[in-house]
């Protein structure tokens, strides 16, 4: 277990170091989405019953927030360690790939988490902010996170160059997590657009912890909580199965 | 394509071995194996009977590897390096080891200095010490001084003889056959993934190089009028004579011959086998 308690508190340690990086600077970002997009479209979007449009985005962007961090801690951290090659530190000692993985999300979530309730606090000092169901809020935060760090971790272990993760970030983190419901209802969308957001896990995610905050949601969040369930196994299996052998880690 | 092939060697508990050979002769190919850094293809490698594959925690704990590139982590001190690489070892409350290792290796006054900061020879040296955090009773040196100052080698060689002499064993690859012929008991040659010469040190030096004899003559004698000796007459200007000897063993009979033509010897001087020698002769390259 020492492997895996040295590893996840150096990995806390790495992003605490750069912390005006890895977490004044993404609650920055989203309170400019929140004070660009609560002026635009405040009154004009209707969400869900006798919720105003900025208390709705709130836990979306917070959500988003964190899974953005989640994935950037664990993917950053490892394609830095390759790319410089100290990644050898941890492949000479006896650290289980159990134990490399879970240090690796476990700190990942520390820093979503860390940056959605950064981007929570901030917020609610100009959005009144409800929470009807807070466990079911806090569930789907620690897990999606989990979600996230396990594929930065993946993303980490296939690239083998800055450009291809940030491609990997750029087309499919990106994309999957701005079309997943942050800034509106899928209710509001067009049939084809909804059953399109259906098909995106990050719907769910994003959908499940803004039930934490109103008690209402566009699909149930039990199912919600089940996508992200076999997501995060499914996840997690592979990037187990790359790390127990080896791949582009040991030659 | 295979950068090994057929190595069979076993280091002996407390030997100081090296590693020798060229370029690209499977060197650190060998010790990423050893290390679990790379997988073979074929064959079986264990650290005093610890497979490093079927039993790699208790593999990696008995060994400690100075890679031979110059990896840092940017982020953390060199003391953080330190306690955080004894942490993944599963070693606490390392400070007192973690200070007397920075102390051995002149480290101390950089304790709190950021990775970054530091030159190329102090950060060889946290390399050093972190391959040291763990106190493997094995401990792998590849290439330890390349580009490193003569006084971080002859203190990194003074530490590591130190730690040979407490029971450690030490197996080294260098491109310096000084260091080898100096520092290791047994050596190992390596060529394109093949061993082709392993012995004791000092069996090499004999078997291979021979002595060489550098004689002054007390008259001008014309080479074609020399007698035939024991030892080839390599080189040959007025009184100066310098031969190749198979042994000292061969040095009377050469004396002799000289004697019997009514020649004395002035001066003697006998050149003592050198690696070098050994080493491009069997690996038919230059080794630097």
């Known amino acids: 277990m020492s492997g895996f308690r040295t590893l996840f508190l150096k990995e806390l340690l790495r992003f605490w170091k750069v912390s005006v990086q890895t977490i004044a600077a993404p609650v920055l970002t989203a309170l400019l989405y929140l004070l660009v997009f609560a002026q635009a479209l405040e009154g004009r979007v209707r969400v869900y019953e006798g919720v105003p449009y900025t208390e709705f985005l709130v836990p979306g962007l917070v959500m988003m927030s964190v899974l953005q961090n989640a994935f950037a801690n664990s993917s950053s951290s490892l394609i830095q360690s390759k790319i410089t090659g100290n990644v050898v530190f941890m492949l000479l000692a006896p650290i289980t790939h159990l134990e490399f993985f879970a240090a690796y999300v476990a700190a990942a979530i520390v820093r979503g988490v860390v940056v959605g309730l950064g981007v929570a606090l901030v917020a609610a000092l100009f959005v009144p902010l409800r929470t009807e169901a807070l466990a079911w809020a806090l569930a789907f935060a620690v897990l999606g996170a989990a979600l996230l760090g396990a594929l930065g971790l993946l993303a980490g272990i296939l690239s083998e160059k800055i450009d291809q993760l940030a491609a990997f970030q750029n087309f499919v983190i990106m994309p999957l997590t701005f079309l997943s419901g942050v800034f509106y209802s899928v209710h509001s969308l067009p049939p084809a657009w909804q059953a399109a957001s259906h098909a995106n896990p990050f719907f769910y995610l994003i959908d499940g912890f803004r039930y934490g905050f109103f008690g209402a949601s566009d699909v149930a969040p039990a199912l919600s909580l089940a996508v992200l369930a076999v997501s995060l196994a499914l996840v997690s299996g592979v990037a187990l199965a790359l790390l127990r052998s080896g791949y582009k880690l040991r030659t | ?288």
């Open chain 2, 1 to 288: 394509m295979h950068a090994l092939a057929g190595v069979s060697l076993e280091v002996k508990q407390g030997e100081f071995f090296g590693l020798l050979g060229p370029n690209g002769a499977g060197k650190t190919t060998l010790i990423s194996v050893i290390a679990g850094l790379a997988r073979a293809d074929a064959g079986r490698a264990a650290v005093m009977g610890a497979d490093v594959v079927s039993e790699y925690r208790r593999a990696r704990r008995l060994l400690g590897v100075v890679p031979q590139e110059l990896v840092f982590d940017p982020f953390f001190t060199v003391r953080e390096t330190l306690r955080i690489q004894s942490g993944y070892f599963g070693v606490r409350g390392n400070d007192p080891w973690i200070d007397e290792v920075m102390h051995h290796l002149d480290l101390a006054s950089k304790a709190d200095t950021n990775m970054r900061a530091l030159s190329g020879g102090m950060k060889r040296r946290v390399l050093v010490a972190q391959a040291l955090v763990h106190k493997p009773p094995v401990i792998i040196l590849d290439e330890p001084t390349a580009g490193v100052d003569v006084e971080l080698r002859q203190g990194l060689w003074q530490f590591v003889r130190r730690l040979n002499r407490e029971g450690h064993t030490i197996v080294l690859t260098t491109h310096y056959l000084e260091e080898a012929e100096q520092q290791c008991h047994r050596i190992a040659m390596l060529k394109a993934g093949r061993i082709v010469a392993l012995d004791s040190t000092r069996n090499l030096l004999q078997t291979f190089s021979g002595l060489e004899a550098r004689v002054r003559l007390d008259a001008d004698w014309p080479p074609e009028r020399l007698p035939a000796m024991a030892g080839t007459v390599v080189a040959y200007e007025g009184p100066r004579l310098t031969l190749r000897l198979e042994s000292a063993r061969d040095l009377e009979g050469v004396l002799a011959a000289l004697r019997e033509c009514g020649l004395s010897v002035l001066e003697l001087e006998l050149q003592p086998p050198d690696l070098e020698d050994v080493f491009l002769r069997l690996t038919g390259r230059d080794a630097r």
